[in-house]
């Protein structure tokens, strides 16, 4: 009798253990599921309050842009389209031609020294051909110089060095009036572009006196129209000079890059001919 109760108080314990041990099991995941779930849901909160401030972000952005563009576009108008239609093709044909300048001198602009390096091991060869090949082949006006020279050079008739002194000289003055092609144009809309605001702004003067006039008036109101329509061709104008005015001298400065080049090329010519064997001294 005494084993019976034992038995079955020894089955109660491990039940009531067991029990006891599953109910903690429970627990323990119906906390992590909690605290998985809170985790998550401030996920959510923390993405949607993320996409909500880019959401209020990127209209904002977009809004400036286009304030911008429509601030832009009313003194535009303002202005009087069709008298500010001529600054704006002052500026887009003056940036056609500094573009153009910007990349024919870019172009233009090679490795000096090695090129002449190059050649000087060419001429030293009496490898004359090969010289002019190579300046053929070769982009610029320092390489033009050259081939003028090395034809010289090759000549039967034309290889003193007086021949070729002077034929050096005329090629680079050739590619001196090469490399300040166009730019006459560029001065020219720079001088345009403020000349135009001013009449814009004679034209509105005039305006606002024919509104006094009409008006017998010379109240602020009368003249605010003509006087805004003078200030705003005026401002317009001195702006593209302005934009014109940075590219032209951009460009100044790569005209005398090239220039100072070529005089070093020149006299790097001259040395390598006058010690060639072809040259008549």
């Known amino acids: 009798m005494k084993k019976l109760f034992a038995i079955v108080a020894m089955v109660a314990a491990c ?27 401030s996920a959510v909160v923390e993405a949607t309050d993320e996409a909500e401030a880019e959401t209020e972000a990127a209209p904002v952005v977009e809004e400036e ?20 239609s001529l600054v704006a093709i002052a500026l887009v044909l003056g940036l056609a031609f500094c573009i153009e300048r910007v990349i024919y001198l870019s172009l233009a602009q090679i490795n000096t020294r090695k090129f002449t390096q190059d050649l000087a ?28 020279a090395m034809e010289c050079l090759a000549s039967a008739d034309r290889n003193d060095i007086g021949t070729i002194e002077s034929t050096i000289n005329m090629e680079a003055e050739v590619q001196g009036s090469y490399l300040e092609q166009n730019c006459s144009w560029i001065t020219l809309f720079i001088a345009m572009a403020p000349s135009l605001g001013f009449l814009g702004t004679v034209i509105g003067m005039v305006m606002a006196f024919d509104d006094i006039q009409r008006a ?14 003078a200030l705003i061709t005026t401002i317009f104008g001195i702006i593209v000079a302005l934009i014109l005015q940075v590219f032209y001298n951009y460009i100044l400065a790569k005209v005398e890059s090239l220039t100072s080049n070529m005089e070093e090329a020149a006299q790097e010519l001259l040395t390598m001919c006058v010690q060639s064997d072809k040259c008549k001294k």
Do not use: H, W
Request: aromatic share 6%; net charge negative; charged share 20%.
């Open 121 to 148: 091991a060419k001429v030293a060869a009496g490898d004359l051909n090969g010289a002019i090949a190579f300046c053929k082949g070769t982009r610029g006006p320092v390489a033009q110089v050259s081939r003028k």
């Open 216 to 229: 017998g008036d010379i109240s602020p109101t009368v003249v605010a129209g003509g006087m805004k329509v």
């Open 65 to 84: 842009s286009e304030s911008i563009f429509k601030t832009l576009k009313t003194k535009y108008i303002e202005g009087g389209a069709g008298f500010m």
């Open 15 to 41: 039940t009531f253990g067991a029990t006891s041990s599953v109910m903690a099991q429970e627990d323990e995941v119906a906390a992590t599921e909690q605290v998985d779930t809170a985790a998550v849901d």
